[in-house]
């Protein structure tokens, strides 16, 4: 491919390459050419080669980077004669592009560095798996009511959402300080021992139990404890500030780009009518949320820091008080006796413990209290609306306060290790068989148990359970719940667990009622209850990585399974061959360093191992009942259009003398089944969050059986520890293995990169080590290209010339979702959102059946103008047999968007103003979809819809019988109808009718 750069212009000059679209352009191409057709690819991540149907040679590039590009065929392809009914064959007077997008969501770049190989890209490519939970929270943060008010009625989603991401940080801290602190430092280094060598004591200055350990790290033995815990404490920093960067390696480049139009300052757009309220898309705001990621930055930062300093404190504290090093029991062991605290040696890290608390409470109240939405309403001075001046993306004082949150959580935590590298005392970690760390098993239970509390909550924020409900149900139940831990005996052990019980169970049936009673919850994913769906996810998938990264360094450090495999010193290994070779009739000399022992493996850990596994288990005794339903299902044939109630082969009449269906229709017919299991994913993502949740519950139930259980008690017990530990290791393996495979062709390829593709598409908003939203430049991108074309973006352009020109925005599967909200984008231009001289025709998407159900308030039916539509059933042949649920009725302290998508694309605005008759005209949107293609659908409905239009099943070009699935839909004759239905509409636009150019 070469780069189509014209006669004065030069590669590396972006500038001169604007200039093509422009200018220069305007002396090459025929002068009948007025139409644009842009094509936008989807998940897929066709290459552009592939969008124009030509072969890679007979394409060239007139705009991009690797990230991003624009496409079209070379003169030389485009002068080649083709039939009319070629897919190739490009209407009359138009121009086609093809827009590549995909690389940004699926490769990353170290600032600094650029693109790397080896061993860095491959530790890159293994760290994008572990922020995968952080993408579930910023998807979980969408799902919510994302236009709610703010005022006492207000659940608080977005708080609420941020705090689980909050933890999920916190989290990731404990495992890291459980690997390095808990395991490495407590239980790899032992004490120092006197050898009798030939009578003569021999001092083994060292000591490693852990011979997997680097040599280089023989060194650490010599250190005292204090300064080995100094050097582990910074590796579990530089763990955490390593993962906080992954993200960053993808926003560089992209995140804070704009459209020309924008950067102009030409949005002078009076377009707002009175009373209207634009759908959040369409807020100038809503694709600018990189200084609130800034600011999220600070506050998790400085809780990372509280908590590993607090929980070294905590140790130094307690560590040589019997009775006080587990968290069962501690309050009745007189544990928080004050005069515990008031010793000398105590005031210091009962001090470090308190300061940690508060930077660890400001940083949760920031996190919570912050609002990030662009909640001022547009007005027709400010269409675009503006964000709350206490979100902390624009007041001066909110910055500093999380500047001065991240400092002073550093500051305690400096403290802390420079008080413990002080001590020069050989007290080993592991006193009279307590937990090698204390407090350290007591964390990440408390995380679990805070994260199941706020997933329940989670549930109810689409039903508008207010923050005053379920933030003091939560709060209390953790504190009774944390009260019955540290009385373990006594009244005080069962009123805490009672009281914890029941204000849980009050908030599960608060939130249970409040959603059965919300009326709009029909039209929403997962029954209005797609917050705790995917934080559910997201705290799993967090227990499966923290579980397997802790067990598989468990299983790695022990494989000699045994401390007789210590490290002995050169020095007494020689000393120990000399005397052996002065008397070569003595015995030889045996050394023994203590006793075999394993490595204990915190709590927590290997709960949950064992549950999930237990629970993955069921899941795939679920998942195949599910296969031999789908089995039998397809006994009944998926019709054109889902019929309501559906009608099943036993009920329907048979003709005797009817003629047996065509090889052709068979092949549909099993094209359509295969495409109805995907139709299911709404219901299994919303089962994988079930058995995750239930898997995070019963990790806080479940525990070793007492040492007075039966002797077979304790043999299950051990087998199912056995087990889980080499199905996570094994698994971990697994994970590890596709992340490298994933990035074996791109050096920065991340793994799996459909999932990006999906997560990535929203602005970082919920944690601010989400992976970026690529979406940040891909709309503003598309949408520059479309004003550069039609002349709004305020170059000079001959007026005659601007009033012709036109755009058609081909986008298939997620490029719908692209193209659509790169129209909410153009709202504040010079058209406003009526510009007739642009057309939308999609293909294969997911609109309606994923995006519109999932985030309501930004392209639901209340944005979009499209109809409703009830998720898929599990259990019928035909998941869509549904009657069309209704939306929620319109809240009155709530202004309804308008106008929507759909009336701003009818030839003529169909809502509050419009001509007479302008509904009968047709739509400049149209859309195709076809029952075998497992991941499109229509965006409207599959009868009697304004919008959609059914495609060809079969590929009449294939040499053989082929259904066609997810692709090829530009192939079909149905898209070649509706790309000249559309041309003809946008040249019936009038002169008159075309906006004023912009100037400035």
């Not at 549950?611 to 599910?626: E, F, I, N, W």
Request: net charge neutral; charged share 20%.
């Amino acid at each position: 491919m070469r780069d189509a750069v014209p006669g004065g212009a030069r590669g590396g000059e972006p500038a001169m390459r604007v200039l093509w679209w422009r200018r220069e352009a305007h002396d090459e191409r025929p002068a009948d050419v007025d139409v644009l057709e842009l094509r936008v690819h989807g998940v897929a991540n066709t290459p552009p080669a592939a969008m124009l149907g030509l072969a890679p040679t007979e394409i060239e590039q007139v705009e991009g980077d690797e990230l991003g590009s624009f496409w079209c065929a070379t003169p030389a392809a485009r002068a080649v004669p083709r039939p009319a009914d070629d897919p190739r064959a490009v209407p009359p007077g138009v121009r086609r592009e093809a827009y590549s997008w995909g690389a940004m969501a699926r490769l990353s770049t170290i600032p600094g560095l650029g693109k790397v190989t080896g061993t860095i890209a491959g530790l890159t490519r293994a760290l994008w798996v572990l922020i995968i939970p952080f993408g579930f929270v910023n998807v979980a943060y969408w799902t919510r009511d994302a236009d709610e008010p703010a005022g006492r009625r207000s659940s608080a989603g977005g708080g609420l959402v941020r705090l689980f991401g909050l933890l999920l940080t916190l989290l990731w801290v404990a495992t890291v300080t459980t690997m390095t602190l808990g395991v490495v430092g407590a239980q790899c280094f032992g004490e120092k021992q006197q050898l009798d060598v030939a009578g003569q004591p021999a001092p083994v200055e060292y000591v490693m139990t852990c011979t997997a350990l680097p040599g280089w790290m023989g060194s650490w033995a010599r250190w005292t404890p204090g300064t080995r815990t100094v050097a582990l404490s910074l590796v579990a920093i530089l763990a955490v500030l390593l993962l906080a960067a992954v993200g960053s390696t993808g926003q560089v480049r992209y995140e804070r780009r704009m459209s020309w139009t924008k950067a102009n300052g030409m949005a002078d757009a009076p377009h707002l009518r009175s009373g209207d309220v634009w759908p959040m898309l369409a807020r100038r705001s809503f694709w600018t949320h990189a200084r609130s990621s800034q600011a999220q930055w600070c506050q998790h930062l400085a809780a990372a820091f509280a908590l590993l300093a607090g929980m070294l404190a905590w140790h130094h504290l307690y560590r040589d008080v019997p009775g006080c090093r587990q968290s069962r029991g501690f309050g009745e062991a007189g544990c928080l006796d004050p005069d515990l605290w008031a010793t000398e040696a105590s005031r210091p890290w009962m001090a470090m413990v308190v300061l940690a608390l508060v930077v660890g409470i400001g940083a949760a109240w920031r996190t919570g209290s912050m609002r990030l939405d662009p909640t001022t309403q547009p007005t027709a001075d400010d269409p675009g609306g503006a964000p709350d001046a206490a979100a902390g993306t624009g007041s001066g004082a909110s910055t500093r306060l999380d500047v001065v949150l991240v400092v002073a959580g550093a500051a305690v935590l400096t403290w802390t290790l420079w008080r413990v590298g002080r001590l020069d005392d050989q007290t080993p970690w592991v006193v009279d068989g307590g937990p090698p760390f204390v407090g350290l098993a007591a964390v990440p239970t408390t995380i679990v148990a805070a994260m199941v509390l706020l997933a329940i909550a989670s549930a109810g924020l689409r039903a508008h359970v207010g923050a005053r409900v379920w933030v003091p149900l939560v709060v209390g139940s953790l504190l009774a719940g944390l009260v019955a831990t540290l009385w373990q005996d006594g009244a005080a052990h069962a009123w805490g667990e009672v009281l914890a019980a029941v204000l849980a169970g009050a908030l599960f049936l608060v939130v249970l009622v409040r959603g059965l009673r919300n009326p709009g919850r029909r039209a929403q994913g997962w029954g209005g209850r797609g917050p705790f769906v995917m934080l559910s996810i997201a705290a799993g998938v967090a227990m499966v990585l923290s579980a397997a990264a802790v067990l598989g360094l468990v299983a790695w450090l022990q494989a000699p399974a045994a401390a007789e495999n210590a490290t002995v010193p050169s020095a007494v290994s020689t000393a120990l061959e000399a005397a052996t070779s002065q008397d070569t009739l003595r015995d030889p000399v045996v050394v023994r360093l203590g006793t075999p022992q394993t490595l204990v493996t915190p709590e927590g850990y290997q709960d949950f191992a064992i549950v999930s596994v237990a629970v993955l288990l069921v899941l795939a005794v679920l998942l195949a009942v599910l296969g031999l339903r789908s089995a039998v299902l397809r006994r009944d044939d998926v019709p054109d259009v889902p019929v309501v109630p559906p009608v099943r082969r036993r009920d329907r009449v048979v003709d005797p003398d009817a003629t047996p269906p065509s090889r052709e229709a068979v092949a549909v017919q099993a094209g359509r089944h295969r495409a109805t299991l995907a139709h299911r994913a709404e219901r299994l993502v919303g089962a994988l969050a079930l058995f995750a949740f239930a898997a995070l519950v019963a990790t806080l139930r479940v525990g070793a059986p007492a040492p007075d259980a039966p002797v077979w008690v304790h043999d299950v017990w051990q087998v199912c520890v056995d087990w889980s530990t080499k199905a996570v290791v094994a698994g971990t393996g697994l994970i590890v293995a596709s992340v490298v495979l994933a990035g074996s062709k791109k050096s920065l390829a991340r793994p799996w990169g459909l999932l990006w593709d999906l997560m990535c598409f929203l602005p970082r908003a919920a944690h601010p080590f989400a992976p970026p939203c690529y979406a940040e430049r891909v709309v503003p991108e598309l949408r520059s290209r479309i004003d550069s074309w039609l002349g709004d973006d305020g170059n000079p352009m001959a007026e005659r010339e601007r009033e012709r020109r036109r755009v058609v925005i081909s986008a298939h599967s997620l490029g719908g979702v692209v193209a659509v909200a790169a129209l909410f984008g153009r709202w504040d231009g010079v058209s406003g959102p009526f510009d007739k001289r642009v057309g939308l025709l999609t293909y294969g998407t997911q609109l309606r059946a994923y995006f519109g159900r999932f985030f309501p308030e930004l392209l639901g039916p209340v944005a979009l103008g499209t109809a409703p539509v009830a998720g898929a059933r599990v259990w019928l042949a035909d998941p869509w047999a549904s009657l069309t649920p209704a939306l929620a009725p319109p809240d009155p302290e709530r202004p309804v968007p308008s106008p929507t998508l759909a009336e701003t694309l009818d030839a003529a605005p169909s809502g509050r103003g419009a001509e007479p008759g302008a509904a009968a005209r047709r739509s400049r949107w149209r859309s195709l979809w076809r029952r075998t293609d497992f991941i499109g659908f229509p965006v409207d409905g599959y009868a009697g819809s304004r919008i959609d239009s059914a495609a060809a099943e079969v590929d009449e070009r294939a040499y053989l019988l082929t259904v066609a699935a997810h692709s090829g839909y530009p192939a079909t004759p149905q898209y070649r109808e509706e790309l000249d239905r559309l041309v003809t509409t946008l040249r019936l636009v009038a002169p008159e009718e075309v906006p004023r150019a912009p100037t400035g």
